[in-house]
């Protein structure tokens, strides 16, 4: 049994550890808040742990082998650092991290303290995703890809009354494009590779922060575009173009839906899918449970796919936003 501590008591971390839980595979053993009863009627929800409000004291625990992070953007690296440091794997909810810079010190320490390093890039992890990569064409049949993540956050309420929230907050590592577009560049890297250049086209709010944004990510025959936004609500679909038609699906944060329309042939056609988990963070709780528990040579080309991946993605998020001008305290550390 795999015991887990978590840092952040918000929703997501909830989602996270019923997910864990109910893999079979986890252990909640202890809670990080920096109040102690917010730590404390979280885990009451669960188990007997060890609550703190100390952060050194969750990181030297002995009852504890990986640490899932979800507190504000911009506190991941020193969290994450402080964790792998003290021997501990962990699980970083996305984005990881602010810069590239500070991933490549995070998985260099993980490597150091032969730990492991997971991005909570969920949707990478789903079987849904794995039947979407396999059933496209090879790469040179691709003509192009949109794709759409945009859903209004009630935490723009507080921006419209003059407010700062963290998840719109430059201090905090916040905006669009690190919350909902990290999503879709994540769905283009996983299912196309790394592009050769981007450019980003951001609508900046009061906070200085992205409140929605559309990137164009140039590949040598194509490019993909991602919409996305926290101001607003999208109901449009997601889609691939193909030399002879188009892949429509539902989103690519979640994948419930695909259906190929032959331009040749008339017909459509919809994908075989799994049958999704009620709990979104199910499917990568148990792929970082397989890394944690005796991975195989397999397991561990996988993982080191998964950092691949997470370097790629990073780049391009710091490249997209260096276009549009958005400028993290993050980005000028020395």
């Not at 952060?55 to 504890?64: D, K, P, R």
């Not at 996305?94 to 492991?116: F, G, H, M, R």
């Not at 050769?196 to 164009?216: C, E």
């Not at 038609?245 to 017909?267: F, Q, S, W």
Request: glycine share 6%; proline share 3%.
């Amino acid at each position: 049994m795999i015991k887990l501590g978590v840092i952040g008591t918000n929703w997501i971390s909830h989602q996270f550890v019923d997910g864990a839980l109910s893999s079979g595979k986890y252990q909640l053993t202890g809670v990080y808040s920096r109040k102690k009863e917010t730590a404390e009627a979280f885990a009451r929800q669960y188990t007997s742990c060890l609550v703190t409000e100390d952060l050194q004291e969750l990181v030297t625990s002995t009852v504890i082998d990986v640490i899932y992070i979800a507190s504000p953007n911009s506190l991941h690296y020193e969290q994450a650092k402080a964790a792998l440091s003290h021997g501990k794997s962990v699980i970083v909810e996305k984005p990881a991290v602010s810069t590239p810079e500070e991933l490549a010190d995070l998985i260099q320490l993980a490597n150091e303290n032969n730990v492991y390093f997971f991005e909570a890039a969920r949707n990478i992890h789903e079987a849904n995703f794995q039947r979407v990569r396999d059933a496209l064409p090879p790469i040179d049949q691709i003509q192009g890809a949109s794709f759409t993540y945009m859903k209004y956050s009630s935490r723009y309420d507080e921006v419209l009354a003059g407010n700062e929230p963290n998840i719109f907050s430059l201090k905090f590592s916040g905006g669009s494009l690190m919350d909902l577009g990290v999503y879709l560049v994540y769905a283009a890297v996983g299912l196309f590779g790394a592009p050769r250049d981007v450019d980003y086209f951001a609508q900046k709010i009061a906070t200085g922060v992205d409140g929605s944004g559309y990137g164009l990510l140039h590949y040598d025959t194509f490019d993909v575009v991602i919409h996305h936004g926290k101001t607003g609500d999208s109901f449009a679909k997601s889609e691939i173009y193909l030399a002879d038609g188009t892949v429509e699906l539902d989103g690519v944060n979640a994948i419930k839906e695909v259906v190929h329309y032959n331009r040749m042939t008339k017909e459509t056609n919809f994908l075989d899918l799994a049958k999704s988990h009620e709990n979104p963070l199910f499917e990568e709780a148990v792929d970082f449970a397989t890394i944690l528990q005796n991975p195989t040579k397999k397991d561990r080309e996988r993982y080191e796919s998964w950092l691949d991946s997470a370097r790629t993605v990073h780049q391009i998020l710091y490249k997209l936003r260096q276009k549009a001008g958005i400028v993290f305290p993050a980005d000028q550390k020395e």
